[in-house]
């Protein structure tokens, strides 16, 4: 039941679209119908009385009268047969889609449960791969433990992704309250800043304005988190990383710049599919797993907003994030 419950939530707008889709065509076909109906009871109607149309008006009167009654009795047999279609149409989306439902909630509590489950076991691998007190390994032993942890860390980032787009249909993930953009992104940086010093990166907040949004902070700090980081792990060693936030009447920015390898116009799009990695990126052999950029834009549209980006192959690239403001 809780499934069925949880899954009928999940698809909620789907059903609507669904309903209004189904009951869109049953209109066409009803409307359709009735002036069919409507034809032929005026074509029967006036050859009844065509002997008699030229020589008596008053015949000629009533059989307008009588199909304009015929119009009203097909317009209120149409009003009734609205009702019915809306109801038979719910009906048959809610049982369309149920099994899809039920397989989109199996789907989201495996991730759940698997990614839960993963948790501990990388945490015992890191806290074993790092050396502990003074105990002395070899540079390769050394070189190999980092490899090790590196990739439990990696996993780590993966699974927190994986937890966060278990629920991206949720509303109920979202605690809505005013936030300062600027104070996100001053923490992003601050916390970032090691990423940034360990590769040489020149990572600094260029324009630093107010800007008020109705958001869940921690999810707006994981969301410029997440593009502060692909702007640190794809730009070249000693190159800059600026990001700028600031409002303008009603919408709240936040520009993420960095000067790395670019994308491809064709792939704007393909890159905020999950799972997605631009062909530039794989050439490299860097990159995650396709799936921080699709969780970036999940948070801003949830939040009203998107995120766009600008770039050229060669020359690096802006993401860029828009939220409706709160006016102040």
Not at 5 to 28: F, K, N
Not at 70 to 77: E, G, I, P, S, T
Request: aromatic share 4%; with cysteine.
């Amino acid at each position: 039941m809780r499934i069925v419950q949880a899954g009928s939530e999940i698809g909620r707008l789907p059903r609507l679209r669904l309903t209004l889709a189904i009951s869109g065509v049953l209109v066409l076909l009803l409307a359709a119908f009735s002036i069919a109906v409507y034809a032929l009871l005026r074509i029967v109607v006036l050859q009844d009385i065509a002997p008699f149309r030229e020589d008596d008006p008053v015949i000629l009167a009533g059989a307008q009268r009588q199909l304009e009654l015929y119009a009203w009795q097909l317009v209120l047999v149409n009003l009734g047969a609205l009702v019915v279609v809306l109801v038979a149409s719910f009906f048959i989306a809610k049982v369309s889609l149920r099994p899809l439902e039920q397989a989109i909630e199996l789907q989201r509590q495996f991730t759940n449960d698997a990614s839960h489950d993963l948790r501990t076991p990388l945490a015992v691998i890191r806290m074993e791969s790092s050396p502990h007190g003074d105990e002395q390994v070899s540079p390769e032993v050394r070189e190999r433990l980092r490899i090790i942890d590196e990739q439990a860390q990696r996993m780590e980032r993966l699974i927190e992704q994986l937890l966060v787009l278990a629920h991206v249909d949720a509303d109920s993930a979202l605690t809505r309250e005013p936030t300062d953009l600027s104070h996100v992104v001053n923490g992003v940086v601050r916390d970032l800043q090691p990423l940034a010093e360990a590769r040489s990166i020149d990572l600094k907040v260029s324009r630093g304005e107010s800007a008020l949004v109705l958001g869940d902070e921690l999810k707006l700090s994981q969301m410029v988190a997440n593009l502060v980081d692909n702007a640190i792990k794809y730009s070249p060693e000693s190159a800059p990383v600026s990001v700028a936030v600031w409002q303008n009447r009603d919408n709240a920015y936040v520009a993420v710049a960095d000067a790395g390898d670019g994308i491809p116009a064709s792939e704007f799009n393909q890159i905020f599919q999950r799972f997605h990695r631009a062909d530039v990126v794989q050439r490299n052999g860097r990159g995650g797993h396709g799936l921080g950029l699709p969780l970036c834009r999940w948070i801003a549209r949830a939040h009203g907003g998107d995120v766009t980006v600008s770039s050229r192959v060669g020359e690096g690239s802006i993401f860029t994030v828009r939220l409706p403001a709160l006016v102040h």
